[in-house]
């Protein structure tokens, strides 16, 4: 299995919980070769971790020269690391299950990435994260900053499941070379950002549409009723939004949130979409209310390097 220097930036709960678990399991349990610490360079001794990194108002950063993990980068809300690792997103994902973190970011595994002559600007999971690089992951409560777990299943990457509710996300082949990867990964990296197009509620979200719709205490619920227009992927994920934050109002709190199309033909045309973000999809058929999205039962389609990748690996496991 080839080896090559892999970058991981993890976001959880609580930020110095995840950085004792990441010290303790990824990093060498030596003393770091050079600390800083707010910008200052300090001597590391024994306790570095809790008397200087841990204690840092905004930054600190620890390297162990030579060692297979090198680099650790806290500032807060997100705690980076580097090193030296096998090109093997299993292994990645059975590493990852113990950490308390929310989110996972990865870097690209290289450094030449272009579109039109330009370095390639990849999405960003989240605040102080890498960007989109070969993968990202989900653990717990991190997956309500998806649209829908749903976005998950039907994606141009390859989903990894692994225990303690972690979700690994491959854009790539980690085998494929640079030029490849980046078109393997580019449609994957679109469809995981915080754009329109995109599965991603990223933290301090600002919607840009208001939502006149009916709202159902009783069922927590916001329906909108559509006539004579289309609902946008904005406003599809302006709807998300305003589910995760949990309330339409001062005492209205929201768990659902329904499109009510009065041409049936409209409806049909943005099932899908609507299903994948658990935004229920109603039309008018005979007079009657009809709920499209709730039989509505899509078969996700791999890309066909992820059934090369797992062609391969089913080889390997039988030699």
């Known amino acids: 299995m080839t080896e090559t220097e892999m970058k991981l930036g993890l ?6 919980v995840l950085v004792r678990a990441m010290v303790s399991r990824l990093l ?23 008397t200087r990194m841990l204690k840092a108002r905004r930054r600190a950063k620890a ?18 690391v580097a090193g030296s690792h096998e090109r093997d997103a299993r292994q990645v994902l059975a590493e990852l299950a113990p950490l308390p973190f929310f989110l996972a970011s990865f870097a690209s595994l290289f450094s030449d990435w272009k579109v039109d002559g330009k370095a390639y600007a990849a999405p960003i999971l989240d605040d102080l994260h890498y960007p989109h690089g070969w993968g990202c992951a989900f653990r717990g409560q991190g ?9 998950l299943e039907f994606g141009p990457w390859r989903l990894l499941k692994g225990p303690d509710d972690v979700s690994l996300v491959q854009f790539h082949d980690l085998e494929a070379d640079s030029a490849t990867a980046l078109a393997e990964a580019k449609p994957g990296h679109a469809r995981m950002g ?25 069922d927590k619920l916001l329906r909108m009723v559509i006539h004579g227009r289309d609902v946008s992927a904005s406003e599809m994920l302006d709807a998300c939004s305003l589910r995760l934050d949990g309330a339409v109002g001062p005492g209205q709190p929201l768990t659902r949130v329904a499109y009510v199309f009065m041409e049936p033909e409209r409806a049909r045309a943005h099932l899908h979409e609507l299903w994948l973000r658990e935004l229920e999809c109603w039309t008018i058929e005979m007079g009657k209310e009809v709920r499209l999205d709730k039989d509505y039962r899509p078969t996700p389609v791999k890309p066909d390097w992820v059934k090369v990748v797992e062609a391969r ?3 390997a496991t039988k030699r």
């Open 11 to 16: 976001s959880g709960p609580d930020l110095p």
């Open 28 to 50: 060498p349990k030596t003393s770091p070769s050079a600390l800083s610490v707010d910008f200052t360079d300090q001597s590391p001794g024994a306790d570095w971790l809790e």
């Open 63 to 80: 390297v162990w020269a030579g060692d297979s993990w090198n680099f650790l980068l806290v500032e807060s809300p997100v705690a980076l």
């Open 143 to 151: 997956h309500a900053r998806l649209v829908s777990r749903r976005w």
């Open 194 to 218: 915080a754009n329109a197009e995109g599965g991603i509620i990223r933290s301090g979200y600002k919607r840009k549409h208001t939502f006149d719709g009916f709202y159902e205490p009783k």
């Open 313 to 315: 690996e089913a080889g």
